[in-house]
């Protein structure tokens, strides 16, 4: 997430947006807080809780799942418990039968024109803006749709065992994403490029499919912002 937002921080200045949205969003306030460790200095307190973000901050909520959208290759895997019939697009039926090993890749599903269009391999946040849209209207199913979207859009699986990990997973990120884009620039090395790191051989348990050779070669700049120097940070839910 930290590539794909402050890499494309000349297009459409998308972290000035962020930046934004995060400081009327999320800052829950500033100035001495003697409860954090060396907090004789200013705190900022940043509010990281999926309603809040969801509701105040809908552009880095839309950044956080296109990032899911491009890095979670989690495959699934269930045995078929008795003989189940599945249908496909245009009637097709699959057999599966009892005892089968059935792996779902999550990856593909996020990665297919027939879901997302034909901007698929692009980073474009706001195709997650109309999520929660209804269901209703021309060219619901289509590609884009929110309910195409939601059909593909499966980051943390689902159904029994849906990620339990995934509201701390958020409060992580949130904590993370909110600090950076507040209090710091992150910019390429001298003389770099933003270029993307490829991505490490997935293994079948990975969810987040982690940078090649641990990321080695890859760095960016990190400073303080203006005006944000001294701070210190702190996180509620
Ligand atoms: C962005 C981060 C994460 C992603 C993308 C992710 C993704 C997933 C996915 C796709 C599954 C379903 C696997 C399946 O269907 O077989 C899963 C399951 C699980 N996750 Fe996560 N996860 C994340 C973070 C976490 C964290 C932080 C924890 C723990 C603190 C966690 C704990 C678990 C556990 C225990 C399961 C198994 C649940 C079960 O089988 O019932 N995950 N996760």
């Not at 474009?124 to 979207?149: H, I, Q, V």
């Amino acid at each position: 997430m930290v590539w794909f937002v402050f890499s494309s921080a000349k297009a459409g200045g998308l972290v000035e947006r962020l930046r934004r949205e995060v400081q009327e969003g999320l800052v829950l306030g500033r100035g001495a807080d003697e409860t954090v460790e060396g907090g004789e200095g200013e705190v900022v307190r940043l509010g990281v809780a999926v309603a809040r973000v969801e509701e105040r901050c809908p552009l880095l909520m839309a950044c956080y799942r296109e990032a899911q959208r491009f890095t979670v290759h989690q495959v699934s895997t269930r045995v078929a418990m008795k003989d189940t019939v599945l249908s496909g697009k245009e009637g097709k039926e699959y057999l599966l039968k009892e005892g089968a090993v059935v792996q779902l890749v999550i990856g593909v599903g996020h990665a297919m024109r027939e879901y997302w269009g034909e901007d698929v391999g692009e980073f474009r946040p706001e195709r997650f803006l109309g999520l929660n849209e209804g269901r209703k209207g021309e060219g619901a199913d289509g590609p884009g749709s929110a309910r195409a979207m939601r059909a593909a859009f499966q980051p943390f699986g689902g159904g029994l065992h849906l990620c339990p990990g995934r509201q701390f997973a958020f409060a992580e990120l949130m904590a993370v994403m909110g600090t950076l884009l507040l209090g710091f620039e992150v910019e390429p090395l001298e003389g770099a490029d933003w270029n993307l790191p490829g991505f490490a051989t997935r293994s079948l348990v990975d969810a987040v499919t982690k940078p090649a050779n641990n990321g080695e070669g890859f760095g960016v700049k990190v400073t303080r912002r203006p005006g944000w120097e001294g701070v210190r940070w702190s996180y509620e839910l």
